[in-house]
């Protein structure tokens, strides 16, 4: 019984050494790439689009991750004629939905797309805004106030 005990003892003793000399290994190489890498000013970490989220969470399992969506159900987001259009047009189709034939960038589309009225203005602008300033579009943000003009049924 002794001898398995001190057995133990030194596998624990030769891992801790192990795993120190490993730490002591990535603490060097840390130090030696900060020495050798030369100081340069790096640019501050783009801020994530506050519409990125309420994609992923709505319209990315139909219009994908990418925004090129699903051939001949759910029409791209990427360089859209749709996207880039009337913001008007993009804010009911958020409130209402849109059901049957569309043409996108030239290719028709049958796919139904239910109204997501329950976000909110500001998730719904977010979200449009993202959209038209992501996937090769480069259109004017949509602001909330938009948003709730239309859900209020003025124009």
Same mark, same amino acid.
């Given at each position: 019984?002794?001898?398995?005990?001190?057995?133990?003892?030194?596998?624990?003793? @030769?891992?801790?050494?192990?795993?120190?000399?490993?730490?002591?290994?990535?603490?060097?190489?840390?130090?030696?790439?900060?020495?050798?890498?030369?100081?340069?000013?790096?640019?501050?970490?783009?801020?994530?689009?506050?519409?990125?989220?309420?994609?992923?969470?709505?319209?990315?399992?139909?219009?994908?991750?990418?925004?090129?969506?699903?051939?001949?159900?759910?029409?791209?987001?990427?360089?859209?004629?749709?996207?880039?259009?009337?913001?008007?047009?993009?804010?009911?189709?958020?409130?209402?939905?849109?059901?049957?034939?569309?043409?996108?960038?030239?290719?028709?589309? =049958?796919?139904?797309?239910?109204?997501?009225?329950?976000?909110?203005?500001?998730?719904?602008?977010?979200?449009?805004?993202?959209?038209?300033?992501?996937?090769?579009?480069?259109?004017?943000?949509?602001? =909330?106030?938009?948003?709730?003009?239309?859900?209020? @049924?003025?124009?």
């Amino acid at each position: 019984m002794k001898k398995l005990t001190y057995f133990s003892y030194a596998l624990l003793l @030769g891992l801790t050494i192990a795993c120190g000399s490993k730490e002591e290994t990535n603490d060097q190489k840390a130090q030696e790439v900060a020495t050798t890498t030369p100081k340069t000013e790096t640019a501050a970490k783009p801020a994530i689009h506050p519409g990125k989220g309420v994609y992923s969470r709505v319209c990315m399992v139909c219009h994908q991750k990418d925004g090129t969506g699903i051939p001949n159900m759910y029409p791209p987001l990427e360089k859209s004629d749709w996207v880039a259009g009337d913001e008007e047009r993009l804010i009911n189709i958020m409130l209402n939905g849109l059901d049957g034939e569309i043409t996108v960038n030239g290719v028709k589309y =049958e796919g139904n797309m239910p109204p997501v009225s329950y976000l909110s203005d500001a998730e719904i602008a977010n979200v449009l805004s993202y959209v038209r300033q992501s996937f090769g579009n480069d259109a004017p943000a949509v602001t =909330e106030e938009a948003v709730a003009k239309v859900r209020a @049924g003025g124009n």
